[in-house]
């Protein structure tokens, strides 16, 4: 079975400064990768997903993700965050057709 | 486009009570997720329809908990009797493809 794991659940960062949020996969087939991000009394945003091709993934209001086979992993990065940032990150694996596995989630406190 | 709608966004209901929670697909879109998410527990799918068929609802914690897709573009979950356990923001997400899920900003459910 495909499975996340999301090796924080809170990382504190200051404005400004880089941010790395770690996820790596349990999978023996072919995977399909996502980070969505959760800001507060909202439902969830796609930030960006990994299909296949080009391993470096670029997606919405500055993040990027790399997928790396060999280490099962798919981190979520940010050179420069703003205290918009502040929210929840969830990486998914999807496990067949339909179904994506979330992981737990990493809440993410940016401050001044 | 306005997205995924979910009403309401706000339940609070006596417990024995029943509920029920109401979501529009985007156009196009023929596949419909409802999850749950609590603390304890994160994200959790319930059930699945694609072409408005429930296709897989193993999530579906109980009998009191069912779900219909009386057409393409709308969906409802309900709950009798409900239960204080059941408090939780239920999400409803709607896909077209491989491409990742497009969720609604939930409804928040508290049953005393």
């Known amino acids: 079975a495909q499975s996340v794991t999301q090796l924080d659940s809170q990382v504190p960062v200051f404005e400004e400064a880089p941010v790395e949020l770690r996820c790596n996969y349990s999978s023996s087939v072919s995977v399909y990768l996502f980070w969505y991000v959760q800001y507060p009394n909202q439902g969830l945003q796609l930030l960006l997903k990994y299909l296949s091709g080009s391993t470096l993934v670029k997606g919405i209001n500055g993040f990027e993700a790399e997928f790396n086979k060999s280490q099962t992993s798919f981190h979520l990065r940010k050179p420069s965050v703003h205290i918009s940032d502040t929210a929840e990150y969830f990486c998914?694996?999807?496990?067949?057709?339909?179904?994506?596995?979330f992981g737990a989630g990493t809440t993410v406190t940016v401050r001044a | 486009d306005a997205g995924v709608i979910q009403s309401p966004r706000h339940e609070v209901t006596e417990m024995g009570q029943e509920v029920t929670l109401r979501c529009k697909l985007i156009s196009g879109h023929n596949s419909l997720f409802w999850y749950r998410q609590t603390m304890m527990r994160g994200l959790e799918l319930l059930i699945y329809?694609?072409?408005?068929?429930?296709?897989?609802d193993s999530g579906m914690p109980e009998d009191r908990f069912s779900a219909k897709m009386p057409n393409a573009s709308f969906s409802t979950l309900k709950i009798q009797p409900s239960e204080p356990r059941d408090s939780a923001v239920y999400f409803c997400?709607?896909?077209?493809?491989?491409?990742?899920?497009?969720f609604g900003s939930g409804t928040r459910l508290t049953v005393v």
């Open positions: 998914a694996v999807r496990i067949n057709d339909y179904k994506l596995s």
């Open positions: 329809f694609n072409n408005n068929v429930p296709i897989d």
């Open positions: 997400a709607s896909s077209s493809g491989a491409g990742g899920y497009t």
